[in-house]
């Protein structure tokens, strides 16, 4: 069973700066996409980047696009997130998740993912 823990979520002011990571355990974490998505008050989980098990493939949603950085340390199991220039609309528990893909790439669809860890909160204050 993939095991995916979150941790870097916190309070913090507009235009700050913060980086989620992401640590899995009992998988072969190259083999895997990683993914981070986000899940507002009264909205839907909504991707926001992924990244392909070597890292060379990436995504990103529109509005992140300039400000977020996904990234992978394969030798330490982690995905990171470095979120730049934070607004209050990116307020939302961020959610990692992990999708079994040895021949590459990176989907950006939630229900391809198949382990997810249990969020962390990230709030962002004007």
């Known amino acids: 069973q993939v095991q995916l823990v979150e941790s870097g979520g916190g309070l913090v002011q507009a235009g700050g700066s913060r980086r989620l990571s992401c640590t899995a355990s009992k998988l072969t974490f190259s083999r895997y996409a990683m993914g981070w998505f986000r899940q507002a008050p009264g909205k839907e989980r909504a991707f926001v980047a992924a990244?392909?098990?070597?890292?060379?493939?990436?995504a990103y949603v529109d509005s992140v696009k300039g400000r977020f950085t996904i990234s992978r340390d394969n030798a330490k199991n982690t995905v990171y997130l470095q979120m730049n220039s934070l607004k209050p609309e990116d307020t939302a528990v961020y959610y990692c998740?992990?999708?079994?893909?040895?021949?590459?790439?990176?989907?950006?669809?939630?229900?391809?993912?198949?382990?997810w860890g249990q969020g962390t909160q990230v709030t962002v204050s004007s």
């Open positions: 990244i392909s098990g070597s890292g060379r493939e990436t």
């Open positions: 998740a992990a999708d079994y893909s040895p021949s590459g790439g990176a989907t950006i669809i939630p229900y391809e993912y198949e382990s």
